[in-house]
């Protein structure tokens, strides 16, 4: 039986819109004892970068880039008071969230929850989103919105957990992708969902793609696939570094 990470691309992909209709009644969660929040300053997007990284949502530094200049990009002059990142007791940027915004409707977006790999399981998640939905709060936002997925499952449930339920169109679009959250976390607010046997969770591709993998790098951390000049390449990241291989290639063109 395939062990599941707490993100795991293995899994069938579905995009999740996931609403809080209220910010009112937050939780509070502190912070373990030697760790505190932070905002954002000048200089720090290669930590934001680092830690996205680590968490699994880029190979390489490139596609951090990327997707900085995406959500951020000449936005930076705003993230002074909606960037978070929690320090770790050496000081160093080990879990970022931002309270930001869509130009399409007036709710609050949560972005980019993540941990460092390395400092998971050390209880930072709760206390990060608690603070993320009260600096939306502070910025007047009455509602809360978050994009995710369901190889982030684990964070699908935290979300859950905090009051965010699934968007009402999203729900009916992804709801195979609800079904298989429900068959991993047997969340009570997906009880309208009915689990899906164990078997139908997972991408076959993207199992094949990473036994073929590990079976190379017994080291892997991360991969994802993408396409290229109509080629699908594999995209990898190991302990020494960060590689692509064509897919076909990798395995044995099947």
Not at 42 to 66: Q, T
Not at 212 to 220: I, Q
Request: net charge neutral; with cysteine.
């Amino acid at each position: 039986m395939d062990t599941i990470d707490t993100f795991d691309n293995r899994l069938k992909y579905y995009h999740f819109l996931l609403c809080r209709d209220n910010l009112d009644n937050l939780p509070d969660y502190p912070l373990p004892a030697g760790y505190r929040f932070v905002f954002y300053r000048d200089g720090d997007k290669k930590d934001w970068i680092e830690i996205e990284k680590s968490a699994g949502e880029f190979i390489d530094e490139a596609g951090g880039l990327a997707a900085w200049q995406h959500y951020y990009g000449g936005r930076e002059h705003l993230l002074g008071e909606r960037m978070l990142f929690i320090t770790g007791p050496d000081g160093r940027k080990i879990a970022t969230a931002t309270a930001f915004f869509d130009d399409s409707d007036s709710a609050g977006w949560l972005h980019w929850v993540s941990v460092r790999r390395d400092c998971q399981g050390a209880g930072l998640s709760r206390p990060l989103i608690a603070k993320a939905l009260r600096v939306l709060r502070g910025l007047g936002y009455r509602d809360a919105k978050i994009p995710t997925q369901t190889t982030s499952w684990v964070a699908v449930k935290l979300y859950l957990d905090f009051g965010f339920r699934p968007e009402a169109e999203n729900a009916l679009k992804s709801r195979e992708g609800y079904r298989i959250v429900r068959t991993l976390t047997d969340h009570p607010a997906l009880r309208d969902f009915p689990p899906l046997p164990r078997e139908a969770l997972w991408d076959p591709l993207m199992r094949r793609v990473h036994a073929a993998l590990l079976s190379r790098c017994p080291d892997l951390e991360a991969f994802c696939l993408q396409e290229k000049d109509g080629l699908r390449l594999v995209r990898y990241r190991t302990g020494s570094g960060c590689f692509s291989t064509p897919c076909g290639e990798l395995l044995g063109n099947e």
